[in-house]
């Protein structure tokens, strides 16, 4: 077994351009990691990298069995800095939607914070690329997209699209327009974005503009808000004739090697 000075021996400086087109340089390869994103943390498990993570947040969940046991630092959007410096990590990993970038530019004063960005599966696939560079395992990161690629080829999306509503939030309810992962899942889950044309990522939108929307489904996720079955009826009465489903919203949002999930949930939503 390698003593921490023998590693240390073996490291070196790597420079990486992150999704802000900052050049972050680390410690390589990176011993203590820390993850502020979710999907992010169960994609660094799926990696190997269980003995190097040693921060996630409150919101890392899977695998449940090993996340539980590593120290918190917090909310996706309200992490503790203090704790985090606290952990010595010589790597941080973020996202740009999911973390406050003025905390995260806070956070990469001090210690090395490479930011990611994601809007579809194309930038998705190029993330795990990027994340098993960072941490020399890119073996593994290849194996993950291989297997993520099969999937989303396998998937035969219906030849017409039913117009539907995403929402992710309640009071006041929100949705996603045609910049988001959300967005390019639907449509690849047979679903056409009623709000895609929005200028905002997640608009806020009015009973009014629901009932005008002509949504065949209205789809109501899991995560960020969690809808429950009693909310089912609050849509119904707004747009009658539409299909109102709870959706699991990781499989809409998760960016990770949890899309290897994804397309077995799509194909189940129609039938």
């Known amino acids: 077994m390698l003593n921490p000075y023998m590693i240390a021996q073996m490291q070196n400086s790597e420079k990486f351009r992150d999704a802000l087109n900052r050049v972050v340089e680390i410690t390589y390869p990176p011993q203590r990691i820390i993850?502020?994103?979710?999907?992010?943390?169960?994609?660094?498990?799926?990696?190997?990298?269980?003995?190097?993570?040693?921060?996630?947040?409150?919101?890392?969940v899977h695998p449940i069995?090993?996340?539980k046991?590593?120290?918190?630092?917090?909310?996706?959007?309200?992490?503790?800095?203090?704790?985090i410096l606290a952990l010595k990590p010589d790597l941080v990993i973020a996202n740009k939607e999911e973390n406050p970038k003025n905390e995260i530019l806070k956070l990469a004063e001090k210690v090395p914070v490479f930011v990611t960005h994601v809007t579809g599966l194309l930038s998705a696939l190029q993330m795990i690329e990027q994340v098993s560079q960072i941490t020399n395992k890119t073996k593994e990161g290849w194996r993950i997209i291989e297997e993520i690629k099969a999937q989303f080829q396998k998937l035969?999306?219906?030849?017409?699209?039913?117009?539907?509503?995403y929402l992710i939030w309640r009071k006041p309810y929100m949705t996603v327009n045609g910049n988001t992962f959300i967005h390019d899942m639907m449509l690849r889950a047979g679903f056409q974005n009623t709000f895609s044309e929005k200028t905002e990522s997640y608009p806020v939108i009015t009973a009014e503009e629901i009932k005008k929307s002509g949504a065949e489904i209205i789809l109501l996720?899991?995560?960020?808000?969690?809808?429950?079955?009693?909310?089912?009826?609050?849509?119904s009465n707004l747009l009658p004739n539409a299909d109102v489903r709870l959706v699991d919203g990781e499989m809409f949002t998760w960016y990770g090697s949890r899309m290897r999930l994804a397309v077995d949930y799509f194909e189940s939503l129609w039938k």
């Open 221 to 235: 996720c899991s995560e960020p808000y969690r809808f429950k079955e009693k909310y089912i009826s609050e849509f």
């Open 35 to 60: 993850s502020l994103v979710p999907s992010i943390t169960e994609l660094l498990f799926d990696l190997g990298l269980e003995k190097r993570i040693v921060g996630v947040t409150n919101f890392c």
């Open 69 to 83: 046991t590593i120290t918190h630092i917090g909310g996706t959007k309200d992490f503790d800095i203090t704790k």
């Open 156 to 165: 035969k999306i219906p030849n017409k699209l039913k117009i539907a509503i």
């Open 65 to 67: 069995e090993k996340t």
